[in-house]
């Protein structure tokens, strides 16, 4: 099993910038890749950006160069936190993230979610 523990983020105007943090604990040695997803009211989940194992990453087209994630292993591995760090937000951002956790096992994935967290960005 993963625990994810989200935080980071709030309202912010438009513009602004925020920065959100994940960190997955327990049977991390199985990660495939992290992600962030967001979802809209309304509107279907999307990926915002991914890290896969060897470091490589993938955003969503809408992203256009203004967010980054990034990753960071704890020393003694029992955890791995995973940032977006998002600017020049645009009221369109406006929904709930997620992060994701994926763990590789035997080949066999399994997603894992974090509760989500509200990022607002007023106009």
């Known amino acids: 099993q993963v625990q994810l523990a989200e935080s980071g983020g709030g309202l912010v105007q438009a513009g602004g910038s925020l920065r959100l943090s994940c960190e997955a604990s327990g049977s991390i040695s199985s990660f495939h890749s992290m992600s962030w997803y967001r979802q809209a009211p309304g509107q279907e989940r999307e990926l915002v950006a991914r890290?896969?194992?060897?470091?490589?990453?993938?955003?969503?087209?809408f992203v256009a160069g203004r967010f980054t994630i990034s990753r960071d292993n704890a020393r003694n591995n029992a955890r791995i936190a995973v940032y977006l760090q998002m600017n020049s937000l645009k009221p369109e951002d406006t929904a709930v993230y997620y992060c994701?956790?994926?763990?590789?096992?035997?080949?066999?994935?399994?997603?894992?979610w974090g509760q989500g967290t509200q990022v607002t960005v007023s106009s």
């Open positions: 994701n956790f994926v763990s590789n096992v035997r080949w066999i994935l399994t997603d894992y």
């Open positions: 890290i896969m194992i060897g470091g490589s990453t993938n955003y969503g087209e």
